[in-house]
């Protein structure tokens, strides 16, 4: 199974791809082990092809699975793996913004 690498600066937008075949497949998008949120969306005139994140953040690092399937052929699945990228930027209270999502990511799987 092949797998596209996906590299976004913190607090970005990215874009995941799959191109699509006629007749219009069927596709769904899953994300490994955590489930999807309100900054995702699939534009609708992307017939499901283009999952969007906005405001990235370090949570949203993994892998996501996209499935398509068509009325002709086999179904299709191919994986995404998104690495968030984020500079450290000194606050007034010394606190790097990376290390205040590292608590956020912590919160987040517990």
């Not at 007749?23 to 900054?39: G, S």
């Amino acid at each position: 199974m092949a797998t596209t690498l996906y590299n976004v600066d913190y607090g970005k937008k990215v874009c995941m791809h799959v191109a699509g075949r006629s007749p219009t497949p069927r596709v769904i998008w899953t994300r490994l082990a955590r489930p999807l949120n309100d900054r995702f969306s699939m534009p609708a005139d992307q017939f499901g092809q283009e999952l969007v994140i906005s405001d990235v953040r370090l949570v949203d690092s993994g892998h996501y699975q996209c499935s398509a399937s068509n009325s002709v052929g086999s179904p299709v699945t191919h994986v995404m793996s998104l690495s968030v990228e984020c500079q450290s930027q000194f606050t007034s209270y010394f606190q790097s913004r990376c290390m205040l999502s590292a608590v956020e990511y912590v919160r987040g799987r517990t």
